[in-house]
């Protein structure tokens, strides 16, 4: 069964937050051979019981109650200027993920960013100098020991952890980095 596409998160099973299963759906009560794993907000207990395509189409946030991402937490410069629809789609029908701390998610031209992924610093050397410059311009150091050291820190898994966006207009990457 073809996954559906989200928006603002291009690869749900390659960043982690859907992975194959045999689970049956709690808002759809169908097997449909993968299941989201990442944040649910309601007031019941959801994990790893509700469908990507029950996501996708409004449904778990109609029938459960649930978001996927903390309305609170899109825009990482305080003032995303995004409108009521487009803070919708990304909270109720998007895919969320798993940070240590409060899940942050980046806006760039008046639009949610895309959730490119977690990377520590072998994947940054992968993606390249823009992705490394957007996690230290959401540090805030400048070049140096500093910098330095926290770059070498950067694991995926554990430890300080960067976290990409690319917009979806003009295809600049934004970061947010925490730690546990």
Known sequence: MTLPQFTYHHDPVGSGSVQPSSTVCVC????????YVGPVYAIEEYEACICPWCIADGSAHERLGATFVDEDSIGLDGDAGLSDAQVAEVSQRT????????????????????????????????L???????????????????????????????GPTAYLFRCRHCATLGAYQDCH
């Open 28 to 35: 759809c009560n169908q097997t449909r051979g993968y299941i």
């Open 95 to 126: 895919p969320g993920f798993s940070g240590w701390q409060q899940e942050a998610w980046f806006t760039h031209c008046n639009d949610a960013g895309q959730f490119i992924g977690k990377a520590g610093r072998a994947e940054l050397l992968a």
């Open 128 to 158: 390249g100098a823009e992705a490394i410059a957007a996690v230290q311009d959401a540090t805030g150091l400048e070049d140096g020991p500093q910098w330095q050291a926290f770059f070498e820190a950067l694991e995926k898994d554990h």
